[in-house]
């Protein structure tokens, strides 16, 4: 069974620092990773998705996240992070054709300026 | 336009009333979920339906009941309101193994 692991519940950094929120996920079977963005009282909004193809995957807002297959991961980076940017972050994974998404835990990025 | 869109935004009811949460999607996707969202955020899986045909029943009390009368609509029906059922409730839809576009979510508050 598919499962996903997001070590991280609250990330603190400053503005216009680097950041990066983890995702591990587990899975006997090939992958489709997601990674959404949740502004305060708001619904979910996608970033990026790994479907297949290269490992590096750019996304909205210079948000950009790494299939990592060996280390069954799928960190969201960027490099210099805005107030904006504060909200909660939840990676996710569905395997194969199966149409169950399964959703880490979430990562609220708050951002200090 | 908006391509997820839920009725109503805001639910407040007494405890054992039963009460419905609308969902349309105007995007031609072929289907829709239910998620149900805690005080900590936690995102759970309720319901997904496939053209009108539930494919995902997770484990839910037999309280919750969705109803799909078209591939653009799913319904929430709850029957005999728990304290327990506050949380937010996203619908969402898809188009095969690929990215899901959610609503805006109903707040619901059983008193």
């Known amino acids: 069974a598919q499962s996903v692991t997001q070590l991280d519940s609250q990330v603190p950094v400053f503005e216009e620092a680097p950041v990066e929120l983890r995702c591990n996920y587990s899975s006997s079977v090939s992958v489709y990773l997601f990674w959404y963005v949740q502004y305060p009282n708001q619904g979910l909004q996608l970033l990026l998705k790994y479907l297949s193809g290269s490992t590096l995957v750019k996304g909205i807002n210079g948000f950009e996240a790494e299939f990592n297959k060996s280390q069954t991961s799928f960190h969201l980076r960027k490099p210099s992070v805005h107030i904006s940017d504060t909200a909660e972050y939840f990676c996710a994974v569905t395997e194969g054709s199966y149409q169950k998404v399964t959703f880490g835990t979430g990562t609220k990025l708050q951002v200090i300026p | 336009d908006t391509a997820v869109s839920q009725t109503p935004k805001y639910l407040v009811t007494q405890m054992g009333n039963d009460k419905s949460i609308k969902c349309e999607q105007n995007l031609g996707h072929d289907t829709m979920y239910w998620y149900k969202q805690d005080s900590k955020k936690f995102l759970k899986i309720m319901f997904s339906y496939n053209n009108k045909e539930l494919i995902i029943n997770e484990t839910v009390p037999n309280r919750f009941s969705p109803k799909s009368p078209d591939k653009a609509h799913l319904n929430l029906h709850i029957n005999s309101l728990e304290l327990g059922d506050s949380a937010v409730y996203f619908c969402?839809?898809?188009?095969?193994?690929?990215?899901?576009?959610f609503g805006p979510g109903t707040r619901l508050t059983v008193l």
């Open positions: 969402a839809s898809s188009q095969r193994v690929n990215e899901q576009f």
